[in-house]
């Protein structure tokens, strides 16, 4: 095959009158496939399937003295956050376990940061003139979103290979209005990049002018390698406290891509200091989580080790997945040579680099075709792409054979939007 | 036994003289009883342990199509929002089914509210120069602490035998300053009272000045009978629905009290248009909450007929301790005439009224004996009672024999606090 760069314009056409006609013919066979979300697939539900039977009676609802099935223990049951304390590295006394979302304590602490002020805030923040959040992109939808909501001013920070853009990061938070910045460390949402070693010091490192510039260190992909063993990572709390802003980080994860999507648990681990206050902010809305399904996840799961073994398991799922989408790309794009895409080692995404100026395109060419693809621009503050070129692939939730098809689409989509951008089509 | 207002000076001090004798007797014996919160006893969690066994296999957690494990379905499972509104007489489409806690939704409408505004919000309530709650009291401590965190000012209105006195009521929504009402109409916390139809219209047909007024229907009771017979109640939704304001109201219930109060489920009943626009705001913070366990509810607990059924068995457990603290109160106190209480059919609290300038007393008295109760004026807005007459007997935790006890250091701390106010000893 032949660049798409290196082709004459009459190729150029020729190609392009055949990949339209393979585009039709896939679009008529009237397909329904969804590459969306990053939903864990029925197979790996299936797999967790004891977490159902592991509190039987009564007796098997005690952790220790205490009795999961009443009132009491907010911060969460101890052996539930001696957990958590265990697979991020970090202190019991750090942990703060909630329901089923993480994603709901971020937009609690959001929340009462507006309403209320955290810890070192001078004022709450609906009282300052304006606030502004750092936004690595490409990143999480949702984490924008919930700046969006509050009315925060999104800053869009560039990713690199080791993580965001950290001397803009430094610069930034000089301004006492950046009060905070969302990230996913480790095999990032959706570029699957783990930050660098550097990239993580210098998070620790940094001397914001705000004093309650917040990190909000979503850690959701902590322990999901599908490739590979485990690799270890850092303890933000530990190196915030060294570097002498401990209340600076608030960590975050969660069961949802280790047992149920639709039924975990979540954490968060911050400064002790941070724990006490917002277990007495918390302490406004709830009685306690659901500590029930707490110890049911800690028996189940038992320790960082064991849940790295069951990680395995869901590996075994997901690995073939993420050789589809790999198979297809470098079979049928890379030697096109028009667009990139990442080959992560964990997490749940291929982010996809079209080329310039053909991400929407190739959006509305999959779903004209039947395959629903994260909406193009998502993944950018305010859904703004400012090259209109990175696609989100979630291949966890169909099966391979889906797969193969979703694929096949795709790729056509993205040779056919690249022929329409080279021809001046559009 | 002669009541004290017909004693002489010298009857009442010779009383007094006794009944520091026994209350130093009950004091030697280092008590530690807790009468202080609805928390329900290990027993009536025992009964419901097959809660625990309902979903066993991957099978077992489909609702229809719905795998309740993955993400999705945000306003609740079908057949979890079918139930509820069997449970409380609504629609289907009028349910939103929130996590392990009714109160944490109830706090997000207040902080909604605050921050972006209802429905009906002409601005955000952190725009408007003040915002005003009606408080009906004594009422649950936890309600009125939401409403101080977001800086309400909590007006006062007195409880009657029927309800709040809808007369105040009635006038202070005049004001559009006045945005909220927050009740427990059936089994009112702590009074045990059961809204009247009269009230319970005059709510209905209320025409607020304010266009996002919203009445807090937390119906934390709604099937929670000790004694007797279930008491039908009627449906609030379809009567604002009738009245022409069907977006005013927001009922809450939650399973705290019919299966484990630390791993239950709850749910939010407003009109169509309430939950079409929380999902939305709920969106932002939530992908979905815990279906796994609202499933395991909807298959344990059937309908409103079997939940009814297993309402008896929490009965045959709470009847006892009602009976109990009634037969001390009334042997021990009644006689005296200084002091009067409520005789609940259902609910979990007791409401003690002491003479009047001795519930705090009162309370110091049974806490030195080693008794806990919920703190005197807890029941009141800013906590002030402003009688400092209101106690909130809680006898749902500590066993019979335990109860007991906790009973006599209550008794004789009544008596000992009241003929302390007769003999102006303080």
């Not at 940061?113 to 990143?139: Q, V």
């Not at 589809?324 to 049928?332: G, T």
Request: glycine share 6%.
């Amino acid at each position: 095959m032949t660049p798409y760069s290196c082709m004459t314009r009459d190729e150029l056409e020729a190609a392009y009158t055949q990949v339209l006609s393979q585009y039709d013919a896939c679009k008529a066979q009237g397909l329904k496939l969804n590459m969306a979300r990053g939903k864990p697939a029925k197979k790996q539900l299936d797999l967790v399937s004891d977490l159902l039977n592991v509190l039987q009676t009564p007796e098997d609802c005690f952790d220790g003295d205490i009795d999961s099935r009443n009132y009491g223990e907010l911060a969460g049951l101890p052996s539930a956050r001696a957990y958590w304390a265990d697979v991020l590295g970090c202190k019991a006394s750090e942990i703060f376990v909630g329901g089923a979302a993480s994603l709901n304590m971020m937009c609690d602490i959001v929340s009462r940061a507006y309403t209320h002020g955290l810890l070192n805030s001078p004022r709450p923040w609906c009282k300052e003139e304006k606030i502004k959040f750092l936004c690595p992109a490409p990143g999480y939808d949702r984490h924008f979103q919930i700046g969006e909501f509050y009315g925060a001013e999104l800053i869009y920070i560039p990713m690199t290979a080791t993580g965001p853009d950290m001397d803009m990061v430094e610069e930034y938070v000089k301004d006492p209005l950046v009060k905070m910045i969302w990230v996913v460390p480790k095999y990032s949402n959706p570029d699957g990049i783990i930050f660098s070693d550097e990239t993580i010091q210098r998070f620790a490192n940094l001397k914001p002018a705000a004093p309650d510039f917040a990190i909000i260190w979503d850690n959701a992909y902590c322990i999901h390698e599908f490739k590979g063993d485990y690799v270890p990572f850092p303890d933000i709390i530990s190196m915030c406290r060294d570097a002498g802003r401990p209340d600076m980080v608030f960590e975050f994860a969660s069961t949802s891509k280790i047992t149920f999507a639709g039924g975990g648990t979540s954490c968060m681990a911050a400064s002790e200091a941070n724990i006490q206050y917002f277990t007495g902010v918390f302490g406004v809305q709830m009685i306690s989580y659901d500590k029930v399904n707490q110890l049911r996840h800690v028996k189940f799961l038992k320790d960082k080790a064991h849940t790295l073994e069951i990680m395995k398991r869901h590996a075994s799922v997901m690995a073939p997945k993420f050789e589809c989408v790999s198979r297809w790309l470098n079979q049928e794009i890379a030697p096109l040579g028009f667009a990139h895409w990442n080959d992560p080692k964990g997490g749940y995404f291929v982010s996809l680099y079209t080329m310039p100026g053909t991400a929407k395109r190739t959006w509305q060419l999959c779903k004209e075709a039947g395959v629903v693809m994260t909406n193009a621009g998502a993944t950018y503050p305010y859904r703004k792409d400012p090259n209109d070129s990175n696609l989100r692939i979630a291949p966890s939730l169909p099966p391979v054979e889906e797969l193969e098809k979703a694929m096949e689409v795709l790729c056509l989509s993205l040779k056919l939007s690249a022929l329409e951008k080279l021809l001046e089509k559009l």
